[in-house]
């Protein structure tokens, strides 16, 4: 049962729009997010993070939004960039234990020039 | 800017040979993960460590091992590689206790078992 679901496997959007990935999960326990950007054969690279007591957290081109009570969060670039060309993961974590971290199976975003 | 390494970057491999994935940080973590990943999966958590004589086996099933003697090395071996070993391994760290929960992730190791 996969707690954390990216259900876009792609996506192509025009440099200079908006790009918009989303991720659901199913934990209502899940109190901390991140979002990472991998590029083939590299580790992923963190982006963006939020906690669940806030419902936006902005860095940049990048934001991040919670829906709590829908247990959606997405992440926003904007404006996208040909260089934002990457599988992009979110994942879930519960902070006051484990520390353990959740993935989903990730979003490939092609920004075309 | 994260400093965790890991060696070698691409490795292949015969079946039955045993090999050592090394991981490094720089940073002080206490905390340490492996993850397995294959092309359009998620990443799976095959160990982790809280710290120095602390591992415990991830939520994916693995017949690699790991040790942590030290704080800032994290190895996962496999005794006798097989083809389906074949994935990339990606090691990760994070600090625990501090305001902080970001993981940061190494380059990973490509390994190819034939």
């Known amino acids: 049962d996969q707690q954390v679901k990216q259900n876009s496997p792609s996506l192509s959007v025009q440099e200079g729009r908006i790009s918009i990935l989303n991720c659901d999960y199913t934990n209502s326990m899940f109190d901390y997010f991140l979002w990472y950007k991998k590029y083939p054969a590299e580790g992923p690279t963190f982006l963006i993070s939020i906690s669940s007591i806030k419902d936006k957290n902005e860095d940049g081109r990048f934001t991040v939004f919670l829906n709590k009570s829908a247990k959606h969060l997405s992440l926003h670039i904007v404006p996208s960039q040909p260089g934002d060309s990457a599988v992009y993961f979110c994942a879930a974590s519960i902070t006051a234990g484990t520390y353990k971290y959740i993935f989903g199976t990730g979003t490939r975003l092609k920004v075309l020039a | 800017e994260a400093d965790i390494y890991q060696t070698p970057r691409y490795l292949v491999i015969g079946t039955g040979k045993k090999i050592t994935l090394e991981c490094s940080q720089t940073?002080?973590?206490?905390?340490m993960y492996w993850y397995q990943q294959d092309p359009g999966m998620e990443l799976h958590l095959i160990h982790y460590?809280?710290?120095?004589?602390?591992?415990e086996k991830g939520d994916l099933s693995s017949e690699s091992t790991v040790s942590r003697i030290r704080t800032e090395h994290f190895p996962l071996t496999l005794e006798s590689a097989r083809p389906s070993h074949t994935s990339q391994y990606l090691c990760?760290?994070?600090?625990?206790?501090?305001?902080?929960?970001?993981?940061?992730f190494g380059p990973g190791t490509r390994l190819l078992v034939l």
């Open positions: 460590s809280y710290g120095v004589n602390s591992t």
């Open positions: 940073m002080g973590h206490d905390k």
């Open positions: 990760a760290s994070s600090e625990v206790g501090s305001g902080t929960k970001t993981q940061y």
